[in-house]
């Protein structure tokens, strides 16, 4: 009854207020007469050939305040008039992103036939907003040197980095789904949207594969900070923009090329001492990208149309193809030195977008990107060989939205949108592999090889969104409520080559791990719905903003069959429709601006947020799921000492007691058909019981000179409700504790040899017990602490046509502390992930790998970050100067090391419960404290300006990596081969590129 209740007054919202404006640009302003007193009834017109209607107009208020809201980018001019006074008019007022320009006027007694025209340059602090944003406009996307991506421009903001590698000139990076995080943020804590609206995947609720449509783009508008009441999260939220027609035909093209020729190279010494034969470097990287468009009918209905298509194939540092590749009979890699692996990555869309002005006060849009992508494959590298990656492919990507707005009156806005995304994501083998190819980790240098080590799988999905606002915006006044509704689902297929991935150490096998694939599962999310309500007022210079949000999150699972496998001959299960997780929270606003001097120029702003993470189809975070057909457990690790050394077990699989040569199955629940995994049910539902965070910031913004501002910042985020794994079938009395003596060498602290204690090994007697893992919450087993805080400082400056320069750094440090929490849960040590996630957090383990109890606190390094991007056209000449810079920590640097059992039986007293043919990985150097080489990457562009009428051409050079920087972005974590370079930083090349405006 209590749902009933809340998709009943869900409804209630959408009749009476159908609307969700996504967040645009706004003109506020005071008017004043000659003595300085406020004139109310003031008529202000904002005119722009970005808008299809032309003009917007409002009326001031009783204080003599107006405010012009949901304006899209461009340049517009603002008239004042009043009967008995001169009119006053305003030009060259330029709005991007969700800016608020502040444009006051004082008018004096004449004819209202007399015009006034006001100079002035266009405001560059905001007054009156606590967002922190930074707005990738035209002028970026088509000046400055990058891949041309929402990842490429917003890792261009200080504080903000990239997951999922360093992308040079369009390299790609080494994954398909890249996050942008900042300030301590995690993936989840990000949201990405087009219109305003949501366009993440329904897995994970936060990502997007399909790269954005520069030519169909109008800006990017990427916040940072202190985000309004509209999104539940907090992190990183990537808002595209789509690029509207207008009252004149206008198309572009865009073209890129480079190739090996292009490229020098950056294999120094050093490189060379680590263990890389060759670095990171392009075999291919071009990407061509057409848009055009016009009026169907003048001032009436417009289009856009925008076509792309990239493709990068990049060369793997030291990594070459297997030969022995498909040979059933050869168990080690052995590289082919004429032929060094690529990773090749393409991506094809084409993006229409239509805008109609049906009447005066009624606009419909709509929108549709259809889009194939393939990163294929993904990531190989040193660590995981050709054959063991998979090949993301994205066969289908379908984004559309239709929209309608409706300034009802000149204080009343209304706005509703929905949309419709259907997606394919495939994760497959290499097409070549022979099935029942068996994959090979070997534990010395980390390698994975022969076949990939874990499952494949199909993912289909469809997601349905709706999003609505209602705003009454008076001139000291604005306030709106809305909703946003996601909802939709997804079907899984997993499925493996063969249902074995065995573990060599120098070429020995000591372990094997067995699976019990296929499995196919379904899931849904019934609501992802927000209800929001936020008002702010401005008295005096004084802006207060409060909102709140209200969340309701609710998912399920229809019925489901999982049959046998190869190696669960047995399992024959069917579960019934089932409910998952159901969350409810509410989650505060609250942020303060204050005009210091009252002229538009000096903001200090304060701001503290609540926000909520973002939750996948599976009902937690990310990929993590409760669906029961998930939860079985289909695969579990066993000792094996292969005495013949024929790569064959002679042992019964089936059986998982210790027989042959195979020891106890460590999980024995493993083929059956009880869920390896149970959920307190306090931690599936209720109120406040999801990951939520809290933002805190300070800061003051200050003009310097006309066009030029400047901004410094105090940002703080805290976490809480972490998620926690307890194995009932044991307890913390059931492990013995011992210390080992790390290895000396010159890279570990003070040259190693010193002591690490907390380590933990379960009693022979309790090994091999079937698991009886509890999901739930830390706060039920003591304190668990995570934050980020840190100090940005920003320089934003356009101080004449032509000439731009934005940047600054940002410097900040993790800490993290589940002490009390591992002292009763030992297990929550291996293989449990992080406990301080993302690129600027601290890395607490590797998969399959112990972190010592004595670094369950960590304090991270202070790590900054300092970026630059700048452009400059020279007059007369009509020659483009521009580049951007990055100066980045380095990889995190973990040091797993592998402690035989002949070690450990000193310390210990015993043999590993596994057996004595196993080992301990376990990481040696403190998290958060060691990093490797900063990363520092220039990147220019040289292009000449042609012009003929109206048309326009750019012949441009882009020359990446300018400095020829050799930086590692990846290290290999095992101690075997520790610090080996897994990625390099591309070396210089050049990149040509045209550009043609007509």
């Known amino acids: 009854m209590r749902r009933f209740a809340l998709c009943m007054f869900a409804l209630a919202v959408l009749v009476c207020a159908p609307a ?20 109310p009834g003031v008529t202000i017109e904002a005119a722009s050939p970005a808008l299809i209607e032309k003009v917007r107009s409002v009326v001031t208020d009783g204080t003599g305040q107006y405010r012009i809201e949901r304006l899209r980018p461009g340049t517009y001019s603002v008239t004042f008039t009043l009967p008995g006074f001169s009119t006053v008019k305003r030009e060259g007022i330029e709005l991007t992103g969700t800016f608020v320009a502040t444009v006051n006027a004082d008018l004096r007694v004449g004819s209202i036939a007399e015009t006034i025209t006001v100079s002035g340059e266009t405001p560059v602090v905001d007054v009156q907003s606590t967002t922190r944003q930074r707005v990738m406009d035209r002028e970026i996307l088509d000046n400055i040197p990058s891949g041309r991506t929402q990842y490429n421009l917003g890792v261009l903001i200080p504080g903000v ?3 999922g590698g360093q992308d040079v000139g369009g390299s790609g990076g ?4 890249p996050d942008l995080q900042i300030h301590g943020s995690k993936a989840s804590d990000s949201v990405e949207t087009m219109g305003g609206m949501s366009i993440s995947v329904l897995n994970t609720g936060s990502h997007q594969p399909v790269r954005m449509n520069p030519a169909g783009t109008q800006e990017v508008v990427l916040d940072t900070a202190s985000g309004d009441a509209e999104y539940a999260v907090g992190g990183v939220r990537i808002n595209r923009v789509p690029r509207e027609g207008s009252n004149t035909f206008n198309a572009t093209f865009f073209g890129a090329f480079a190739n090996g020729g292009m490229q020098g190279s950056n294999l120094t010494q050093r490189l060379r001492d680590e263990g890389v034969q060759a670095p990171d470097s392009i075999k291919t990287n071009w990407e061509a990208n057409v848009g055009f468009g016009g009026p169907i009918k003048r001032d009436k209905f417009w289009f856009y149309f925008a076509a792309r298509e990239l493709r990068s194939s990049m060369y793997a540092a030291g990594l070459y193809v297997n030969k022995n590749v498909n040979n059933p009979n050869a168990w080690t890699y052995e590289p082919d030195l004429s032929r060094q692996a690529t990773n090749d990555r393409t991506q094809k869309d084409g993006q229409i977008r239509l805008t109609w002005q049906a009447t005066p006060r009624n606009k419909i849009g709509a929108t549709w990107q259809e889009a194939v992508l393939c990163w294929c494959p993904q990531a190989a590298r040193l660590t995981s060989a050709l054959e063991a990656e998979s090949q993301r492919a994205y066969p289908k990507r379908r984004i559309t939205q239709l929209e309608w707005t409706s300034p009802v009156t000149n204080r009343l806005l209304f706005e509703v949108s929905g949309g419709v995304i259907w997606g394919v994501s495939n994760d497959f083998p290499l097409s070549i592999l022979s099935p029942g190819t068996i994959g090979v ?5 980390g390698m994975a090889y022969r076949a990939p080590s874990d499952f494949s799988r199909g993912r289909p999905e469809r997601v349905d969104s709706f999003r609505g ?17 996601r909802s939709g689902s997804q079907r899984e297929y997993r499925f493996d080559l063969s249902p074995l991935t065995f573990r060599l150490n120098n070429g020995v096998p000591n372990q094997l791990t067995q699976r019990a694939y296929p499995v196919d599962f379904e899931s849904h999310v019934d609501h992802d719905m927000g209800v929001f309500a936020q008002d702010r007022w401005t008295v005096r210079g004084l802006t207060l903003t409060a909102g709140v949000r209200y969340d309701y999150f609710a998912n399920s699972f229809p019925e489901q069959h999982v049959g046998p496998a190869q190696l669960a001959p047995t399992r024959d299960i069917t579960f019934p429709n089932t409910k998952g997780t159901s969350y409810q929270d509410i989650t505060p606003r609250l942020g303060v601006a204050y005009d210091l001097f009252g002229d538009g120029k000096t903001a200090i702003k304060v701001s503290l947020n609540k926000y909520v993470a973002a939750l996948g189809a599976g009902g937690l975070i990310a990929t993590d799921t409760i669906n029961p057909a ?5 695969s579990t690790t066993r000792s094996w000492n292969d005495l013949n050394r024929d790569f064959v077990p002679d042992c019964s699989l089936v059986d998982l007691n210790a027989n042959g040569e195979c020891g106890r199955a460590a999980n024995t629940n493993f083929g059956g058909v009880r869920a390896g995994t149970a959920y307190d049910p306090d931690f599936l539902g209720g109120w406040g019981k999801r990951n939520f965070n809290w933002e805190f910031s300070a800061g003051v913004q200050h003009e310097l000179a006309p066009r030029v501002s400047t901004e410094v910042g105090y940002f703080r985020r805290w976490y809480g409700n972490f998620p926690v794994t307890d194995n009932r079938s044991v307890s913390a009395a059931d492990y013995d504790t011992f210390s080992l003596t790390a290895p000396s060498d010159p890279r570990l602290p003070g040259g190693g040899g010193y002591s690490i204690s907390g380590l933990y090994d379960l009693k022979p007697a309790k090994f091999g017990l079937p698991l009886d893992n509890l999901i739930s919450l830390s706060d039920n087993y003591g304190k668990q602490v995570e934050y980020w805080q840190g100090v940005d400082f920003t320089l934003n400056a356009r101080p004449r046509n032509g000439m731009m320069v934005q940047g600054g750094l940002s410097t900040g440090r993790t800490v993290a502390d589940n002490c009390e929490v591992v002292a009763k849960l030992p297990e929550m040590l291996f293989s449990s992930g ?6 600027v957090a601290i890395p607490l383990q590797s998969t399959n790998v112990w972190i010592p109890q ?5 304090t991270g390094k202070l790590l900054t970050q300092v970026k630059f991007l700048g452009s400059y056209t020279i007059p007369r000449i009509d020659v483009l100067f521009s580049g951007t810079f990055q100066s980045l920590p380095g990889p995190a640097i973990q040091a797993n090391y592998n402690a035989p059992n002949t070690q450990v039986r000193q310390a210990l007293g015993r043999d590993l419960s596994a057996g004595a043919n196993q080992n301990l990985s376990f990481n040696i150097a403190e998290p958060g404290r060691l990093y490797g080489q900063r990363i520092n990457q220039l990147d220019l562009r040289v292009a000449k300006i042609l012009r003929y009428g109206r048309n326009r051409a750019n012949v441009g050079v882009d020359i990446y990596n300018a400095l020829n920087g050799s930086s590692a972005v990846s290290l290999n974590n095992t101690f075997g081969t520790w610090q080996q370079p897994t990625e390099v930083l591309l070396a210089r090349f050049i990149k040509l590129n045209l550009q043609i405006d007509f």
Do not use: P, W
Request: glycine share 10%.
């Open 630 to 634: 998930a939860n079985l457990v289909v």
């Open 441 to 445: 980790v070997e534990q010395s240098n």
């Open 469 to 485: 606002v209602a705003s009454y915006i008076t001139g000291a006044h604005a306030m709106k409520v809305g909703m946003t509704h």
């Open 20 to 39: 969700a404006a996504f967040a645009q640009a706004s003109i506020v302003g005071l008017v004043k007469d000659a003595s300085g007193a406020v004139l």
């Open 854 to 858: 004595q670094f369950c606190r960590q």
């Open 161 to 163: 980095v990239l997951g």
């Open 834 to 839: 992080t406990l301080a996630r993302g690129a």
């Open 174 to 177: 080494q994954t398909a789904f």
